[in-house]
DNA sequence: GTGAAAGCGCTAACAT
DNA sequence: ATGTTAGCGCTTTCAC
């Protein structure tokens, strides 16, 4: 068994309290003796207990994460970003992926509270129960600070960091009439889930701002999926009046719509031009350039820790939602053909 | 603050020790009791704290697992692998970015070991001071077990559950071969690093079992990085003589020469054929088909925890290496125009 | 069946 | 500057 701080106090012939100082140096103690017990510590391998500290502290230092799926470059960046100043901050992670499932959300939400996190970031997955609520309200009520991440939820109760995909999906829009078309379409993610709605409004706004005929046709009702896209483009491809440009809310379904256009032989943008929303890193660098909204994913990790360090700090902040802009990128993807 | 298992009994009227029978229902306890005192514990919102009970058990249940970088695919699916068997043992993971670096990584070793972790999953990066390496071993001299996920280390010393980099880049240079090939080069990865050198020895062996000809030209020097992929295809496809078909180490650089090739003007596999390491999922999806040679990264994360849990249930296994062989797919970009 | 008491490894007053 | 003493919240003998 590893050695305890008894151990290290006995060989340096001082008191348990005396290693504990020099452990978090906290107040005085001779550079003599402290040496010696740095010595001993070195020299039975002693590494202290941060599950005896803790519960003699009260203070846990760690953090839980919950997002609906870490393999989600999506989710992955905003974890880079919490890291990041989690550890700056000297917090611990504890990392979940709730699978996008209500239940697991649950186990996890308990299991986190068990372990005494101080802290809680959480993607919210719409929960039907309510049941998530509750346990991000049990978490409030105890003192635990939760912040919310870009996600299907937005509880005013809470502090959150957003993304404005209301605003992406408009400049996009926007994007698209003014390189000509006349004619244009969306394609929409799962309507349940906040951020696809949020997509289509930003889209029909910009429609309606610049008086653009819509036709309900060419709202084409995806999933977030390729295989959907795939078969909502070629239909639409085969029809005859049909739009010469696209916004689509996600790049799952980016390349869905780019297979059904090259299987019938056509071209981007020459015979569908279109905006997506996320990048696509992986065709821009084989030299497709794709055009895109893209989000600061990272950023959005980044702030929700920072926020969340903020409210350890001080219980009483009221709370705030920061809402994130997306940026838009335009590489060629969106020409209108002459 | 949260309820202690005291309040509890006090309000069950009951001990602590009959609450804590109920809470992991151990012991007898009669039914009655048993319903009143989780009514108490329903009402009063209780949650039991892990960090008390593992101070008292000492059992942390939890497992530390360490990986270079989470954003990449191929470790976050190991970790999904992982989290896999984790969840359904009812083990606790400890998830670190190590960030390709060695700092960095021992910080996490040290952190991991004061939380009492009680097994370890690593993706060990290569040691240059052979720090790490004594952090593992300290581990294993305290009875931690460390099992090795496939990377850039294989200490013999340690249990590991590794990929046939090998064996997927021999059978992808027979492929090649068989195709009808009869000048193929290979584009490695960085060749401090373990797997590139055995695809490199792979596609050696190959080429020298089926008596072709190698040229040292056709030997690019990679760095696993799309970028330089892109400037050695562009030189090799600019030269006279040049080989018909490539084995490319990783999916980066696979991107980098397809931007090469399109920018020349050529095509793909008329011009250069070839079958890359990893998969290309989006590339794929839109009906770009990319041979390639597909490891069981989840697969790897499986067995790797499984391993873990074996050796937590008898320490005095004896170390093994499992490796597992990867799957060559065929799409058509290897082939050989007529 | 249930309770009393000791102890897990550490920190934090409070003395000295 | 250092030691003493109580806990922190739970589990676990050992009695009864």
Known sequence: MPATIKDIAKAAKVSRSTVSRVLNDSGYVKEETRERVLAVIEELNYSPSAIARSLSNKRSNTIGVVVPDINNPFFAEMIKGVTRVADA????????????NNEKEQLALQALKEQRIEGLLIVATPA?????????????????????????????????????HYQGAHEATLALIDAGH??????????SSRPAMERLRGFQDAMAERKMTSYDEDILFGDYGHEKAYRLT????????????????????????????????????KDLAFIGFDRLETLNLIGMNCSTVDAHTVEVGELAMKRLIQRLDNEKLKTAHRVLRPDLSLRGSESKSK
């Not at 006349?182 to 309507?191: A, D, F, N, V």
């Not at 085969?238 to 696209?246: G, Q």
Request: charge should be positive; glycine fraction near 8%; hydrophobic fraction near 40%.
């Open 182 to 191: 006349k004619r244009i379409g969306i394609m929409t993610g799962k309507l």
């Open 128 to 164: 039907k129960e309510k049941k998530s609520l509750e346990h991000l309200r049990w978490m409030r009520s105890h003192h635990i600070p939760v912040v919310l991440l870009d996600g299907h939820m937005k509880y005013d109760e809470f502090d959150g960091v957003f993304i404005d």
């Open 234 to 269: 070629k239909e639409m491809l085969m029809r005859d009046k049909r739009p010469t440009a696209l916004f689509i809310s996600s790049n799952q379904m980016v390349l869905g719509m780019m297979r059904a256009v090259s299987e019938l032989g056509l071209s981007i943008p």
């Open 89 to 100: 901050e000297g917090y611990r992670l504890l990392l979940v992926d709730s699978d996008e």
